[in-house]
């Protein structure tokens, strides 16, 4: 079974700062790892995946997340926010043709 | 781009009725998910669906649920009784099963309970 913990319920962060989103997952198989953006009343949207390759992995609207076996972590990255970042965002796991896996989510906060 | 639709957007429905939410996946996947998002609260996996028959299901997923693929393109989420609880966003999701590929997932349905 697969299990994911994003640690930060909420994270604040002033606009053209950086920010980290930390997640963390556990496996007993090998997975793919994602990272989806909820934008308010809105569905979900993939930012970016890990399928295997590269550890670093770039997404759509300048994010980056790099998948680290042996810390079991998959952290979203941005190196400068805007205010339309503000959104939930949802770390998922899934194995193979499997269900996907959500965390709980990180409200992200873009203070002006 | 190819995508998932939902329909309808939003169901308000009376405890006790019955509704059924309607996806269309892409038309060449073959793997079929229901998830459930109560508000506020993280997604949570409901259903899947493969070949015809239900592959895995949560232990949400009780006998008031049901799933169904009528006619090869739609793909339907039915509640028989619906309780209070069950107000959540309803979101559909496809797969075509290929090799790195995800899963597709489409707008959602909210679904009120009164």
């Known amino acids: 079974a697969q299990s994911v913990t994003q640690l930060d319920s909420q994270v604040p962060v002033f606009e053209e700062a950086p920010v980290e989103l930390r997640c963390n997952y556990s496996s007993s198989v090998s997975v793919y790892l994602f990272w989806y953006v909820q934008y308010p009343n809105q569905g979900l949207q993939l930012l970016l995946k890990y399928l295997s390759g590269s550890t670093l992995v770039k997404g759509i609207n300048g994010f980056e997340a790099e998948f680290n076996k042996s810390q079991t972590s998959f952290h979203l990255r941005k190196p400068s926010v805007h205010i339309s970042d503000t959104a939930e965002y949802f770390c998922a796991v899934s194995a193979l043709d499997d269900k996907i896996i959500f965390g709980k989510g990180t409200r992200l906060h873009i203070l002006p | 781009e190819p995508e998932v639709t939902q329909t309808p957007s939003h169901q308000v429905t009376q405890m006790g009725q019955e509704v059924i939410l309607r996806c269309v996946p892409i038309?060449?996947?073959?793997?079929f998910y229901w998830y459930r998002q109560i508000l506020g609260q993280k997604v949570e996996f409901l259903v899947s669906f493969y070949n015809n028959e239900i592959s895995e299901k949560s232990e949400i997923f009780d006998d008031q649920f049901s799933v169904e693929r009528p006619d090869g393109s739609n793909f339907t989420l039915k509640i028989r009784s619906t309780k209070l609880e069950d107000s959540a966003m309803y979101f559909c999701?496809?797969?075509?099963?290929?090799?790195?590929?995800?899963?597709?997932f489409g707008p959602g349905t909210r679904l009120t309970v009164l």
């Open positions: 999701a496809s797969l075509s099963g290929a090799y790195g590929n995800t899963q597709y």
């Open positions: 038309s060449n996947h073959l793997y």
